[in-house]
Each structure stands twice: as C-alpha cells, then as structure tokens.
C-alpha cells in the first residue's frame, strides 16, 4: 500500500508542475523564516550568555572611605558565594583604563583638575543560572556599606537582553505558524487539484471496494512529500546564506562570543525543521484527501 | 441474495423508487426492465452503495446496507462486481493496469495480480490486447475489459447498467453470453437494459419498473 501511495504521489507532483513547485516553495520560505530566527536567536542567546558568564558587579567606593571601611567591603565580597574573584582598581587605575578604552577622549581628562573616576572593586561572578539572583542581593546587601557610593551590575540589563530575545524568538514562532497555514493552505490546495485530476480513478477505487488508506494515502504522501521537501528546500538555502556569511562573521562575532565561532543550527534543531515540514505537509494532505469519499 | 424492502428514494420532490418490494435468489440471472427513469439505475446505485434509500431496507446477503459502517461499505463493494455503459475505464492505464488495479487496491500479492488478470483477460478474449490503453479499443473491447475487471476478484454478484448500451447488436450479444457464462459458474447476475432482443437471447427473468414502481415480474418470456 505505501509502494502505491508513493508511486501515486510522485505521478502526481510530476503533473502538478507548477502548482507543486509553488507549494513547495511557500513551504520553503515559512521554514526559512522559522530557520532563520532559530539561527539568530540561538546564537544572540549564546552571545548574550557568555557575556553573562563574564559579567561584574562593581562597587564603586567614596573618595573619603576609610582604609578599614574598604578592608571591611572587600572582606564581605570575598565571602560571597556568587564571587568568584574580587579585583580592588585604585582611582589612577581607573582614569588609566578610561584613558586607554577612550583615546579620543584622552585629552579631556588633564582639564578636569581632579580625577573623577572612583576606587572600586570589581566582582567577577561564578557562571550559572542561579548567580543572576545571587549577584543581585550581593549587590543589594553590598550597596548599604559604609563607603560605597554605588554598585553597577550589568547582568541586570543582559538579562533584559535575553527577555528581549525571547520576545523577539515568541514573535517569530507567531510570524512562522501565520506562515506555515498559508503553506499548509497551498499544499491543501494543490492536493485537492490532484484529487480532482484523479477523481474518475477514485470513483472507481471507491466501487471496487478499495479502502480508505489506499484510496487517501496517495494525497497524504503527496502532502508529506510537499512539505518535507519544502523544509529542506529551507534547511539548504539557510544553510548556503550561512556558510556565505560565516567567513566575515565569525572574526567580527569572535569578541562577542568569547572566542567562540557563530555555529548553525544543531542537527536536534534541523531534524525539528524537516519533522515540522513532513508533519504540516501530512497534515495538509489529510485534511485535503478527506474530501476523498 | 438481494432483497428490497418498500424501498422509496426520493430525489427533492421526484420519486425515482416508490415501495419497491423485490427479492433476487442466490445465483440467478435477472433483467431489470423498464423505460428510461423508471428507477433502474437507481436501483443498482442502491445496490452499490452509491445512494442510500430514502425509506425502507435494501439487504444483500442478509446484510442489511443501510447499517454497513463506511469501512463494511467497501468491504462489501469488493463483493459486487458492476460493469457500466460508459465503461469507466482509466484512460492513462492499459488494459493489463485496468484490470489488475481492482486487485492491486486490495493489497494482492503482484504475482497473484498478474496470474489473474492474465487468466480473466484471455477468458473474455482480451489476452492480445494487455497493453492497449482503453482508446485503443472498440466500444465491444472497452466494455470486455470492464467485465474483466468487475470478475477479477471473483464477486458473488455482478451488477450491469446497460452494458451493451453502446453496443452494436452483434456486439452486444457477445457480451450477453459472457454474462451467461459467468451465471453458470455461480455468480448473481443483475443487468439493467431496456433492449428486449437481449432478454429474448438470454431467456431468463425480468424484473419490469414503471415510474419507479414493480410494474410486473415476468418469468422467462
């Protein structure tokens, strides 16, 4: 029975022709769409996660704190369970480091009279999930110390990075499901053309008793056949605008990623796009062939 | 074999059918007699499960059709062999294809497929024509095939809508003895005409309708 269903369903594309190719190509690009933000998405993902990784909490100290105050602060850091090292930066450090991350601006800083940068410590945080919230009341308990004057911690903005991501990621899976019924759509309806091609065979697949997975299976196969083709019509152009890309990307993404390549979908992601394809695509042939009575 | 039960089928506002009562004996030859419209090929479209009676009971071998579940519908269709006027062969399938496709949509075994059809090709004469296409054909030759397929899976009845309609006379007394011949090894056989030379050659019952009713049930004429 599915040697026939597959037989039917390769004549059958073979006439549809244009109409096939068109469905197949509307299936295409709703899964480049859904490619295209899993591909970006897991990657600002994995960006915005090794920034986390190396992100600080800095404690910003009084000018006038007091050698003890500043022992005391140091301590408490030092026995916090989310620090992983604790780096003390004098005030000429800090104009240092500002002079050379901003030279054009190396000039400024001799007028200003005083140094304006402050002492600080800088948190390095242990990587992981839970740090997040332990920095968070790190920086809480440590910002009502005596000779602080502030305490930054840029976690607090990655994080609303990453809830932009996801946002961003919800977005995409809508605009990709509004897509794929336009595609499931098309596909419904170049199976219904084949079926209407076919429908002298079928009334007579139907009068000589044929059952109903052999007089559907045709259609559902075709359906199948559209949809998965059309996902991995989309895995293969993905695939190509990456690999075109990848050569300058990779250098200008390197920093941000600590080093890391940009990667391309994981074959778990793939298997998923081309299960997707085959499933809307069955689906669509289903819904198509049960006019098929 | 086939027994209608005051059988109506309404069509809107006409009555193809009106309490029609009849039984049919297990392996018998029948005529279905009448003018055109006089509900004929409804009947057989019953019979096939192709429309269902508005009222009363349509039983084929003591089953009752209008309680078949869609997947007993086709179970029981593989039972009934049926050869139309217009052939309704497949015209992009040769003449091996056609008839081996009523097997091959059964699930049969290839080779199985290809010794039967070979077998009921050549019994209605057709074993130097397997690779024609229908077109190919004459009407005499087009309509041999359809009997082929409709014996094919070896049906206990076989239901004809006048199948010699398109027919030349002498043609259609040709297949007027195939369908003998397939009543003597058994099988009911039903043939709807309104060409009263046929049941003259055939010599066996007839069923008359008139305006949808059992006008009168002749013995041999």
Known sequence: ??????????????????????????????????????????????????????????????????????????????????????????????????????????????????NPFPASFEVRLRPGATVADEAAALATRVSEL??????????????????????????GFALTVVLLLGAAFTVTAVVRLSLHARRDE???????????????????????????????????????????VRGWLTPALSGLLAGEAASFLSFGDMLLLAGAGLGVGALAGLVASRSAR | MIETQNVTKAYGEYNALRNLTLTIGKGEFVFLTGASGAGKSTLLKLLLLQERPSEGDVVVGGRNLARLSPGEVQAYRRTVGFVFQDF??????????????????????????????????????????????????????????????????????????????????????????LFREINTRGTTVLVATHNP???????????????????QVGGMP
């Open chain 1, 1 to 114: 029975m599915l040697g026939y269903a597959f037989e039917e369903a390769l004549a059958s594309l073979r006439r549809g022709g244009r109409a096939a190719a068109m469905s197949m190509g509307t299936i295409a690009i709703a899964f480049l769409a859904l490619g295209g933000f899993l591909l970006i998405s897991a990657n600002l993902q994995r960006m915005v996660q090794r920034w986390m990784e190396s992100a600080e909490v800095s404690v910003f100290l009084r000018d006038d704190i007091s050698d003890d105050a500043r022992a005391e602060v140091e301590q408490r850091l030092k026995g916090e369970d989310a620090a992983l090292q604790v780096d003390f930066l004098t005030k000429d450090e800090a104009l240092e480091r500002f002079q050379a991350d901003f030279p054009e601006l190396a000039d400024v800083t001799p007028t200003l009279g005083s």
């Open chain 1, 146 to 171: 005596s000779g602080v004057a502030d305490v930054q911690f840029d976690r607090q903005w990655l994080e609303r990075v990453l809830s932009f991501i996801a946002g961003v990621r919800v977005a």
């Open chain 2, 88 to 177: 309704k062969l497949i015209a992009a399938k040769t003449v091996f294809e056609n008839v081996s496709f009523a097997l091959r949509v059964l699930g049969v075994p290839i080779d199985q497929q290809r010794r039967r059809t070979y077998q009921v090709l050549k019994w209605v004469g057709l074993q130097h024509r397997l690779q024609a296409f229908p077109l190919e054909l004459s009407g005499g030759e087009q309509q041999r095939v359809a009997i082929a397929r409709a014996l094919v899976n070896d049906p206990q009845i076989i239901l004809a809508d006048e199948p010699t309609g398109n027919l030349d006379p002498e043609l259609s007394i040709e297949i007027m003895k």
């Open chain 1, 202 to 244: 079928l009334d007579i697949m139907q009068l000589v008793g044929a059952p109903f997975g052999f007089i559907r299976g045709p259609f559902v196969v075709e359906g199948l056949l559209l949809g998965g083709i059309g996902a991995l019509l989309a895995l293969l152009v993905l695939g190509g605008a990456y690999a075109s």
């Open chain 2, 197 to 215: 030379e046929l049941i003259r050659f055939v010599n066996r019952r007839s069923i008359h309708l008139e305006h949808g009713r059992l006008d």
